[in-house]
């Protein structure tokens, strides 16, 4: 499984950094056979909205040749929306199996077209901002369409990551991954309730 994170200038690093320190875990504990992930933006170095400088491996890469698409939110999605190069880009992911967003990254997933007729979720904040590129919003921390996940406000990546886990591979596995978090609050099979696949 071939992970592409995408990071961008003003993104909410918890955001990114929960959904990751999760979600490699499977990479760590081998439940699938060549797990590798890659940092991908648009320039070789974005800074957060605190301030936090990354540096970036990949710049405008082919997304097409993963197999799961991640997109944190965070206030600057709100003008990135309207970044015709960096939306070009995202599209490049249309094939590519699983999609997940956290936080108004649903907006960026929204912009590039992949959530037409999908039911979805973002940061409460947001709820409007998201309303026109998808066939519902769903006010929960978590809601998965098909192979379509998105997560709530900044603190549902944590837990968006272990339901991803959950989904790929079963409740025994995310049950490690979750001890070796020391994240007691995930409840595997019993957490969401709106798991449209």
């Not at 957060?48 to 993963?66: E, F, I, M, N, Q």
């Not at 999605?77 to 880009?89: E, G, H, K, N």
């Not at 940061?123 to 809601?143: G, M």
């Not at 997560?151 to 990551?161: C, E, K, R, T, Y």
């Amino acid at each position: 499984m071939k992970m592409a994170f995408v990071l961008f200038d003003g993104m909410t690093a918890l955001d990114f950094a929960g959904f990751y320190e999760a979600i490699t875990w499977m990479g760590i504990l081998g439940a699938k056979e060549n797990v590798s992930w890659d940092f991908c933006s648009n320039k070789d170095e974005i800074t957060d909205d605190r301030g936090l400088t990354v540096k970036v491996t990949h710049v405008y890469p082919d997304l097409s040749g993963y197999d799961l698409l991640f997109v944190p939110g965070g206030f600057s999605t709100r003008s990135l929306i309207f970044d015709d190069a960096f939306i070009a880009w995202l599209q490049t992911a249309g094939n590519v199996t699983y999609k997940v967003s956290v936080c108004t990254g649903a907006l960026l997933l929204g912009a590039a077209g992949f959530l037409h007729e999908k039911k979805v979720t973002t940061n409460p904040s947001a709820y409007d901002l998201l309303t026109p590129y998808c066939s519902e919003v769903i006010k929960e921390r978590i809601v998965r369409d098909g192979n379509l996940f998105t997560g709530g406000g900044v603190s549902a990546s944590i837990d968006l990551g272990l339901f991803v886990i959950e989904s790929l591979t079963d409740s025994h596995f995310v049950q490690q991954v979750q001890q070796k978090m020391d994240y007691p609050y995930y409840q595997a099979g019993q957490l969401f309730k709106v798991n449209l696949d």
